[in-house]
């Protein structure tokens, strides 16, 4: 159904920025909430950004500050813009978008991932 491709990825040294895109195709609710997420190896998949099906925005505590969730309807693209890269920000990132009410998502789709790399 949904198509999500992830771009934007790369190597940057610490301190840089990056601006991933989730481009999206296929039919999407209106009110579909989208988030990123990340995963680094040997850790559990964390969610990095979130946009609600109300439209506010929540970020993990690692993040708040220096990363920005946003969406461009008529482009029908998510971004993630990171500044102030850190080491620990290194992991392959993943977009998803769906239904979401409370804590549960359905009809959701994921994206293929984009590595990011963050040297020291």
């Known amino acids: 159904q949904v198509q999500l491709v992830e771009s934007g990825g790369g190597l940057v040294q610490a301190g840089g920025s990056l601006r991933l895109s989730c481009a999206v195709s296929?039919?999407?609710?209106?009110?579909?909430?989208v988030a990123w997420y990340r995963q680094a190896p040997a850790k559990q998949r964390e969610r990095v950004a979130l946009?609600?099906?109300?439209?506010?925005?929540n970020y993990v505590d690692s993040v708040k500050g220096r990363f920005t969730i946003s969406r461009d309807i008529v482009k029908n693209t998510v971004y993630l813009q990171m500044n102030s890269l850190k080491p620990e920000d290194t992991a392959v990132y993943y977009c998803?978008?769906?239904?979401?009410?409370?804590?549960?998502?359905?009809?959701?789709?994921w994206g293929q991932g984009t590595q990011v790399t963050v040297s020291s």
């Open positions: 998803r978008i769906g239904n979401k009410f409370g804590g549960t998502w359905t009809s959701d789709s």
């Open positions: 296929g039919s999407i609710s209106s009110r579909n909430a």
């Open positions: 946009i609600d099906r109300d439209g506010s925005r």
